[in-house]
């Protein structure tokens, strides 16, 4: 089974500044099938990216994501007072067939 | 774009079977679309996948669950079901139903229910 890694675990930044955050496959994951959600507290997880680089319906353009094999990056060029929240990755494994999530990046207000 | 929720009993016990339904509105979960699927989150931890059904009934289930686990169709009510035999207290868990999209064959969950609080005790 392939597992995720994310770095860090907390990120503590303030509004305005750009947010980097790391998924570590434990072997090479295709690009079609990594995707990245947020997940504020009580809420359930929405999608954010999806097919490495693909932005889902409605989401602002400062959140990119990247990437390729084993290491994908999901970035938010300026923090927004909303974009404080947790944040997945998840990918689709052919052997065996499964879906898993990372343990999550934490970005809250420094 | 289709909604879901979550529906069901809050409290089982230990040894019992957790039975979940989602309901699908704003679209017709026979129409293809989408692997109508259940993940879960412990309190305060990540997210499992639990697994999914398509509307022909064809079923996958996460390896590590799969001999407990149980997921159903029915096209006429427009929902789908969990059951998950022989729960403990490790069970216990927000339960979400989401709809997993292979459009383009890119693999993601959206949309997805609310969620619902299954808690495992006597």
């Known amino acids: 089974e392939i597992v995720l890694t994310q770095s860090p675990g907390t990120l503590s930044l303030s509004p305005g500044e750009r947010a980097t955050l790391s998924c570590r496959a434990s072997?090479?994951?295709?690009?079609?099938?990594l995707a990245w959600y947020q997940q504020k507290p009580g809420q359930a997880p929405r999608l954010l990216i999806y097919?490495?680089?693909s932005r889902a319906t409605g989401i602002p353009d400062r959140f990119s994501g990247s990437g390729s094999g084993t290491d994908f990056t999901l970035t938010i060029s300026r923090l927004e007072p909303e974009d404080f929240a947790v944040y997945y990755c998840?990918?689709?494994?052919?052997?065996?067939?499964?879906?898993?999530f990372g343990p999550g990046t934490k970005v809250d207000i420094k | 774009q289709v909604q879901l929720q979550e529906s069901g009993p809050g409290l089982v016990k230990p040894s019992q079977t957790l039975s979940l339904t989602c309901t699908v509105s704003?679209?017709?979960?026979?129409?293809?679309?989408?692997?109508w699927s259940w993940i879960r989150q412990p309190p305060g931890k990540g997210l499992e996948w639990i697994g999914y059904?398509?509307?022909?009934?064809?079923?996958y289930y996460n390896p590590s669950l799969k001999s407990r686990v149980t997921i159903s169709v029915d096209t006429s009510k427009n929902q789908f079901s969990l059951k998950l035999s022989s729960v403990t207290a490790a069970d216990t868990a927000v339960y979400y139903c989401?709809?997993?999209?292979?459009?383009?064959?890119?693999?993601?969950?959206?949309?997805w229910g609310q969620g619902t609080l299954v808690t495992v005790s006597s």
């Open positions: 989401a709809s997993g999209d292979y459009g383009d064959y890119l693999w993601r969950f959206d949309p």
């Open positions: 704003g679209g017709s979960i026979s129409s293809g679309d989408y692997y």
């Open positions: 059904i398509y509307y022909s009934g064809s079923t």
């Open positions: 072997q090479s994951v295709s690009s079609s099938y």
């Open positions: 097919g490495a680089s």
């Open positions: 998840q990918q689709y494994g052919s052997s065996p067939r499964a879906f898993t």
